[in-house]
């Protein structure tokens, strides 16, 4: 680990201008590229204590052992300039977009004598134009299908051209109105070249204007009364219709625009990008990247900016893009962008109507992106066993932790505080192993406490079931089962009751996560040492800089940002934390939705809503007499007795409230005065 002022330059030798800087590691690689407004103010944050810089940038400081910097004049030649060295150089701390697909474009072939029709992927060839990217090739090929009909243009390869210009046959295509067959000289090249770029107009958006030049002919030939023309022309409108049927209208103002949206945890990012054309949405792709640099939203989007149109020119650089969040500053992206357009390009945040609403539909796009590829990454053996390897190593375990076990504590503003512990066995959660928990010792909130008492609970148990056979009984309010996910058991040899199912409680794990820093850590481990285990290890997982945490450290480990083991230990955490704040909240709608005659014995559902359906609410029940419960049909009057008696030692019940207007409901059904907004938030 290189020691940051060992390759500091001198305050006076970093220019205060533009730049591009380069840091490199002690074999000359590239490691990082950045751009700055200033290369003196940027520099100098890099060399600042190790201990006020972001875990991200202290490792890449850390690793470094030189950096050099290039002046330009403009900081739109630094984002290009920047961009350059990207793409040459691959520095491994630079976010850096992954495509796990070569997305489909529907191209047109214009630099040929005779331009084709066909489907494209990979890099981008001149004189051809692009329509997309597509999600999928057999879309384009439905598309093109239709089309063919009213623009016959040649769609067959070099070498079938070739051969039925030899034998003066065309194609099947040729034979059926499909192809313009320019082969065997049906059609001039230049009729075929115009044919070629009326396809080119309508695939751009200019379909309005063509659709109403065919219904004109169409017309013009029914009043000729040549049927057979208008006949098809009929049916050529038809098809053209079908095909713009394909990408519905979003835009009304057949707006020209991209929409980038992008989906973001601690660890990784999703990006996702709709092209629309003529209001209509004409493709879609998508990255995923692992945040590997200490990156916000607006410097995700411009990174964005820059791979979607490093390599663009003219028209495929639309003239509105919209963003969720703009970069800082914004008026050398836009700059930039406008000179790979040759016009102006607006760079906004979408406010509000059809474009706010279009950007809400890409963000969810994103955020399903980003969810699938958790997905697939967690269900990978490899990955999961490269994961639990490095937590192994970083945390100085003898072996690799096969269950895992995290503990998260969620409340109210100190009310409903309760705890959860989820399991992980092998890198994949073992849900019929979750466990809940109402803390009872204290009231109120802490945190610190809570995990004492329920680590401690949880282990307390583990040492009974060692010590007696049979089944052990857990207290259903306290710790309630969750429901089997049907995974099969990956650990052997794990205790089981008479039926052969798992004791509750009976097999320790390897590793105990808690959520959160030292002080949380510490409980967890006093704890343990309380019941005299010390066979399982213990870490915490703090949210904010996602540090882990060890008993008895001063300083926190601090995994690589592109970690398999930090990936699965956040894993954990969040998986405890929204099964902590489930039961939570649960238990506070409960709460909030008990009343009096929930205690009453004897008083079932059925009985309970005839009584409130009778009296109409429960202040007019409380203030009824017993002969007036009487007169509800199944109540006698030892029901009626033991109803009267609970609601006058009941206090009254919280009232309700109406969860769209805030309004709280009296007992006799009219409104009262609005709740004020409720505090704090759940944990």
Known sequence: MADPSSYRPKPGQIPDSPGVYKFRDDHGRVIYVGKAKSLRQRLANYFQDLAGLHPRTRTMVTTAASVE???????????????????????????????????????????????????????????????????????????????????????????????SAQIGRPCLLGYIGKCSAPCVGRISAEDHRELAEEFCDFMAGRTGAYIRRLERRMQDAAEEMEYERAARLRDDIGALRRAMEKSAVVLADATDADLIAVAEDELEAAVQIFHVRGGRVRGQRGWVTDKVEAVTTAGLVELALQQLYGEERGDAVPKEVLVPALPDPVEPVQEWLAARRGSLVSLRIPQRGDKKDLMATVQRNAQQALGLHKTKRASDLTTRSRALEEIARALDLDAVPLRIECFDISHLQGEDVVASMVVFEDGLARKSEYRRFQIKTFEGQD?????????????????????????????????????????????????????????????????????????????????LDELGIDDVAVCGLAKRL??????????????????????????????????????????????????????????????????????????????????????????????????????????????????????????????????????????
């Open 447 to 527: 945190d610190v406490r809570s995990m004492h008492e329920v680590i401690g609970r949880r282990f307390k148990r583990y040492l009974q079931e060692k010590q007696k056979s049979g089944e052990w009984t857990e207290e259903p309010s306290a710790d309630a089962p969750v429901e089997d996910d049907g995974a099969p058991d990956v650990m052997a040899g794990r205790p089981t009751d008479e039926d052969g199912r798992p004791k509750r409680f009976a097999y320790p794990p390897q590793l105990v996560v808690v959520d959160g820093g030292a002080p949380q850590v510490a409980a967890a481990r006093r704890a």
């Open 546 to 683: 996602e540090e882990v945490w060890l008993p008895d450290d001063d300083d926190p480990v601090v995994l690589p940002r592109s970690s398999e083991g930090l990936y699965l230990l956040q894993r954990v955490r969040d998986e405890a934390h929204r099964f902590a704040i489930t039961y939570q909240r649960s238990k506070r709608t409960k709460r909030l939705k008990s009343s009096p005659l929930d205690a009453v014995a004897g008083l079932g559902d059925t009985r309970r809503q005839a009584l409130l359906k009778h009296f109409g609410s429960l202040k007019k029940l409380r203030a009824a007499t017993i002969d007036e419960i009487c007169e509800v049909p199944g109540v006698g009057r030892k029901t009626a007795e033991t109803v009267a008696a609970a609601l006058a030692g009941a206090a009254p019940s919280a009232p309700a409230v109406n969860t769209a207007t805030g309004e709280i409901i009296e007992d006799d059904g009219a409104p009262s005065a609005a709740l004020p907004a409720e505090r704090g938030q759940d944990r």
């Open 69 to 163: 910097w290039t002046v330009v004049s403009t900081e739109v030649e630094a984002l290009q300039l920047e961009y350059s060295w990207i793409k040459e150089f691959d520095p491994r701390f630079n976010v850096k977009y992954r495509d796990d697909k070569s997305y489909p474009y529907l191209a047109v072939t214009l630099g040929e004598e005779f331009p084709r029709v066909q489907v494209m992927r990979g890099a981008k060839k001149k004189g051809v134009r692009y329509f997309g990217p597509y999600a999928h090739a057999w879309a384009i090929r439905e598309t093109v299908d239709l089309m063919l009909r009213v623009f016959p243009v040649r769609t067959c390869s070099a070498g079938v051209f070739k051969r």
